[in-house]
């Protein structure tokens, strides 16, 4: 009966995609910062078919902590604006299903 009533009259699924992309992209900076201190390597990863000395290609690119963490930052602020653009939209679809009381 409701089946995309909230896809028809909010940006509800948009928001949540959102928030689901920002949710990545922090895993994947967490992860670059991550390697960066371990000398770009994977903590609990065992180094396969490569010899000590060997770099790999992802291993030869450095990475910037202090941009990394900027992003990190800024992606944050969009996670927690996107956060509570969802919360107002789900709240104004309960003011509309409960009505006004009059």
């Known amino acids: 009966m ?51 000395g060997e770099l790999g290609a992802e291993e030869t690119a450095p990475v910037d902590v202090e941009q990394e963490m900027m992003d990190l930052a800024d992606e944050q602020l969009r996670f927690l604006t996107t956060a509570k653009l969802l919360e107002r939209t789900y709240a104004s679809i309960r003011t509309a299903i409960k009505g006004t009381g009059a």
Do not use: H, Y
């Open 2 to 52: 409701l089946f995309g009533f909230i896809d028809r009259v909010t940006n509800a699924t948009p928001l949540r995609a959102a928030l689901d992309q920002s949710v990545e992209r922090s895993r994947a900076i967490g992860d670059r910062v991550a390697k960066a201190s371990l000398g770009n390597a994977d903590g609990f990863a065992l180094r396969t078919g490569a010899a000590e």
